[in-house]
């Protein structure tokens, strides 16, 4: 029997794929997301090619059912050694008419969600010395852009958890991998037409993601060339940027990277 | 003439230390935060200073308590002209012992509660085409550090947050200023073990806010500047070398 690779978010788009991805490097994969009949339809997906699924519908907002559907998968499956925590919604922010209700199911499905599911696992991990936790970040963590002031912030918040995290971690055997994707081809990118730039697929996306997080690499942010226009960016003052960047928004806003 | 400042988490530590030095630049103060007691010795020690100011207790993760608290002080002393975004919390954990309510409350207080005194305020300010929001985020934004992760994610949320408005309000008459100061000598701080270099009074960063709000706000504004400097240059040093020293460094001075 494999060992338990449990993804929070997995009845769609990464999440579904990494389930495929993970089952394929031989773990016993459980899946967690609030869509019973979809996560049905991955569970059996990963079946038909010969691999071992289990999965359970929780609402990550809700620590007390996100706690009892890990611990039922852990009945099944064992102890988790590899947790992905992916769990994600994409909505843009409309700064003239803030919505706090948009606002909370952000942040906590985005921010909340990665540190519940990270608190149900982590006390156990470190116990036993090995595991690998990573999360679905995004690119557009990494700075401020307009019109996605929730996401953004949700993604930064992320990425900052993982990282202070990771440096408690350092050298225990729990490792933590930051993945930050760019566009990626899911029900989340919302477009007609064109699709943003380097957008990628799903599954390769996963394998990337995969790949990393088995080698225990601090982070992933990928495709290149967005990472590195990300990094630029990040170094540049916000009042030298923020006329370029409110010309570039187009309206009505951007489809999400990540 | 200077208008109305609201402050939530003004009852001690920089909340307070902005209410004095708001007051003595003439503008009027509304303080907002939990406890009531502290709020209203501030308020007459304020009022018998010769400023004007009101109080109102609400729970800044608590929506409706905000648009209460705010209603009352905008009747009180009129219309919000800056919204200061100040109450925070903060807590060391530890991996092996980490519960997830300690950060969820973190971020709650520190990131949804500096969000909902913004939307409360914006709408009068929109409808005026003036005001100011200013947010107390940290230093702390600008890396994961060990121990304060929950922090560190919501220092780094709101100050994303507010950028990202910042952005989106600068043709709207709504100025932002991101404030992300270093260690400051507060009740927050005091129990810290570990060294705190360049540490601040709450009442020298309160006067170079006050100073920033009467120039009209906006910008990010990390002090001292050093911090910003280092966390940055930090980022130069192996993660995996930067990682082991602080986390050291943060557990100086703690008992095993």
């Known amino acids: 029997m494999g060992q338990h690779a449990l993804i929070v978010g997995a009845s769609s788009g990464i999440g579904a794929a990494l389930a495929r991805e993970m089952a394929f490097e031989g773990y016993d994969v459980g899946l967690i997301a609030r869509r019973t009949d979809r996560l ?34 852990e009945e099944v499956l064992g102890p988790v050694e590899v947790l992905i925590a992916n769990a994600g919604i994409g909505e843009n922010t409309d700064a003239a008419n803030l919505d706090l209700a948009h606002v ?4 906590r499905t985005n921010l909340e969600g990665v540190v519940l599911a990270i608190g149900a696992v982590l006390p156990a991990m470190t116990r036993r010395g090995h595991g690998r936790i990573a999360a679905v970040s995004s690119i557009a963590g990494m700075r401020p852009i307009p019109q996605i002031a929730a996401y953004g912030a949700s993604k930064a918040g992320v990425s ?81 940027l923020g006329p370029v960047l409110r010309r570039l928004a187009p309206k009505p806003p951007p489809a999400l990277p990540g | 003439m200077p208008g109305h400042v609201i402050i939530t988490g003004a009852s001690v530590g920089i909340g307070a230390a902005l209410a004095r030095s708001l007051a003595s630049a003439g503008y009027s103060v509304g303080l907002i935060a939990r406890r009531q007691a502290l709020l209203e010795a501030l308020a007459s020690d304020l009022t018998r200073g010769g400023a004007k100011a009101a109080w109102a207790v609400a729970d800044v993760a608590d929506e409706a308590s905000m648009r209460a608290a705010f209603e009352s002080l905008e009747a009180e002393l009129g219309p919000c002209e800056v919204m200061i975004a100040n109450a925070g919390v903060l807590a060391f954990q530890r991996p092996e012992s980490f519960d997830p309510q300690v950060a969820v409350n973190i971020l709650r207080v520190n990131v949804e509660g500096a969000i909902t005194a913004a939307a409360v305020a914006l709408p009068g300010m929109l409808a005026r085409r003036r005001g100011q929001l200013v947010v107390i985020s ?21 100050s994303s ?9 600068a043709d709207k008459g709504v100025a932002v200023t991101v404030v992300q100061p270093g260690f400051v000598a507060t009740d927050m701080t005091a129990s810290n073990t570990f060294p705190m270099p360049g540490t601040w009074q709450a009442s020298e960063l309160a006067d170079v806010i006050v100073a920033r709000v009467q120039r009209g706000g906006g910008g990010v504004l990390t002090t ?30 703690e008992k095993s």
């Open chain 2, 224 to 253: 001292p500047w050093f911090m910003s400097f280092a966390l940055g240059l930090s980022r130069l040093i192996p993660a995996f070398l930067f990682d082991r020293a602080a986390r050291w460094y943060f557990r100086l001075g």
């Open chain 1, 104 to 107: 909370r199911r952000v942040l």
């Open chain 2, 138 to 158: 940290s230093a702390a934004a600008l890396r994961g550090l060990p121990g304060s992760y929950a922090y560190s994610a919501s220092k780094s949320a709101v």
């Open chain 1, 160 to 240: 900052a958890f993982l990282e202070g995290l990771r440096a408690d971690l350092r050298g225990t055997g729990v490792t933590v991998t930051d993945l930050c994707p760019g566009y990626v081809r899911t029900d989340m990118l919302k477009v007609e037409g064109a699709l943003p730039p380097f957008t990628m697929e799903a599954d390769d996306t996963a394998r990337r993601m995969v790949r990393a997080l088995l080698a225990g690499r601090d982070s992933l942010v990928f495709p290149w060339p967005l990472a590195l226009a990300s990094r630029l960016a990040a170094l540049l003052p916000d009042a030298l």
């Open chain 2, 161 to 169: 947050f507010f950028r990202s408005l910042a952005f989106d309000l």
């Open chain 1, 40 to 73: 049905a339809e991955v569970a059996e997906r990963v079946r038909a090619r010969g691999g071992v699924a289990a999965y359970r519908a929780a609402d990550v907002n809700d620590p007390e059912q996100l706690q009892a559907a890990i611990t039922a998968l």
